[in-house]
């Protein structure tokens, strides 16, 4: 079946870093999303992305949909305590079912 | 977006029961998920509920198992039968936003069987 190739699983970073995560497949997505989720939450969806090349951004964070649709990018810039928490990515191949395929997160650890 | 609540928001059940676990959104909805989280693990779509029609199930789940009711436009739920302790999960329930790509999500139940 279809997955979704997170990297990395977990990051421990610096408060005011920038952090860098992604998602890869093998397969060609429509959209591409990015949800972050803080513990004993559902997730909050972040940044949608409709097309290939698109770049978008929200606040600190950028998200760009890649060339190949096969691929995405969540950029943080300037990291901040209440960044901690797990990134997905969530890609959908059919606007028609609407179903989401979940890549596996990113554990975002800040230190102050 | 849409205002999802969900109940319960945790329970803990024993082995061999069942449990349902309610969706309500503020709005009406064509289309709502329902997903499942296991400790650590990223979401698993169980089904897709219409209203007015049979849930459809992603492989690997079956109604016997997790039956799913869609009596209106603002309403699912869906219970966890027979359950065993590997059945402890976080269930979540989505619907689509405005556009009909992205998904809002519920605060989830966590669910522990022992």
């Known amino acids: 079946g279809q997955q979704l190739n997170q990297s990395p699983q977990s990051m421990f970073i610096q408060e005011g870093e920038d952090v860098s995560m992604n998602c890869t497949s093998s397969s060609i997505f429509n959209t591409w999303l990015w949800y972050k989720q803080d513990p004993g939450e559902g997730p909050v969806l972040l940044i949608a992305l409709y097309k290939a090349g698109e770049l978008t951004s929200n606040g600190r964070l950028t998200a760009q949909f890649g060339i190949t649709r096969k691929d995405s990018f969540l950029n943080i810039s300037a990291s901040i305590p209440s960044d901690v928490g797990i990134y997905f990515c969530a890609g959908q191949t059919s606007s028609n079912t609407g179903k989401l395929i979940f890549g596996q997160g990113t554990t975002l650890q800040v230190k102050p | 977006s849409a205002v999802i609540s969900q109940k319960p928001s945790r329970d803990i059940c024993q082995r061999g029961t069942s449990l349902t676990i309610q969706c309500q959104v503020d709005?009406?909805?064509?289309?709502m998920f329902w997903y499942r989280q296991q400790p650590g693990q990223s979401l698993t779509l169980i089904a897709t509920a219409n209203q007015g029609s049979e849930a459809t199930y992603e492989s690997g789940f079956v109604i016997d198992k997790f039956p799913i009711s869609r009596p209106n436009l603002t309403f699912s739920t869906l219970t966890v039968s027979n359950m065993s302790p590997e059945d402890s999960s976080i269930y979540l329930c989505s619907v689509p936003g405005t556009s009909g790509i992205e998904q809002y999500f519920g605060p989830g139940t966590r669910l522990t069987v022992t």
């Open positions: 709005s009406q909805v064509t289309m």
